[in-house]
């Protein structure tokens, strides 16, 4: 009787990402044998063509990038823990990888990081994307990056799926930073009144950083 398979056990097989596996699917080049009652897919072992395997894959050329990121200077011991441990969780799964940091707000979307990682996932270059949290990516808009990754067959890990413990004073940082940008729009053109209403704002922002 021929043997059916997981995607994880066709994926390792193959040596590919199950990402890869629902690439193929929608691109024809290897559908599911069957559907199980779950919709889970399973794949017949003689469906799995020799010429599809490891080094003769598309994605064996691809690599696997390591994202790390804080917010300001006085969190650098924390971007040396987040790499360590991005660097243990590639190696101990056997994975060459890049790994990439920055140190900038997660409401900036110029870090040089970022635009190279984006470019990269753009340019087909990249088979999965490992992340600490979440968060670490960006504060707003992870998900249009996760959706451009699913288009793109990116597998995404993310190894903690708790809250982040610097998760309050980025938070505290980002909405910092908004309140300098309207700011500097409203200052100016308006009266005192707004401006003392920033004022408070920054205020109490800074009093949620500091605790």
């Known amino acids: 009787m021929d043997k059916l398979l997981t995607i994880l056990e066709a994926a390792e097989l193959l040596g590919v990402s199950r990402s890869t596996l629902r690439r193929w699917e929608r691109d024809n080049v290897l559908l599911p044998d069957e559907r199980t009652s779950g919709n889970q897919r399973r794949y017949r072992l003689s469906s799995i063509r020799p010429e599809m395997c490891h080094s003769n894959s598309k994605n064996s050329k691809k690599k696997t990038i390591a994202y790390a990121r804080v917010s300001s200077h006085d969190q650098k011991e924390d971007l040396q823990r987040q790499k360590k441990l ?38 087909d270059k990249v ?17 249009l990056i996760f959706s451009i990754c699913e288009i ?38 308006r009266g005192k009144k707004n401006k003392k209403l920033i004022e408070n704002m920054k205020k109490v922002a800074e009093n949620a950083n500091r605790t």
Do not use: P, Q
């Open 127 to 143: 088979e999965r994307l490992v992340l600490t949290h979440k968060d670490r990516l960006l504060r707003f808009g992870a998900e």
């Open 152 to 189: 793109r067959g990116v597998e995404i890990l993310i190894i903690n799926k708790g809250e982040d413990t610097t998760f309050e004073e980025d938070l505290a940082k980002d909405v910092l930073e908004i309140i300098t940008v309207f700011s500097a729009r409203l200052y100016g053109s």
């Open 86 to 123: 991005l660097e243990l969780f590639c190696a101990s799964n056997g994975w060459k990888f890049e790994l990439i940091s920055d140190l900038g707000s997660g409401m900036n979307y110029y870090k040089k990081g970022l635009k190279n990682l984006i470019n990269s996932i753009l340019e």
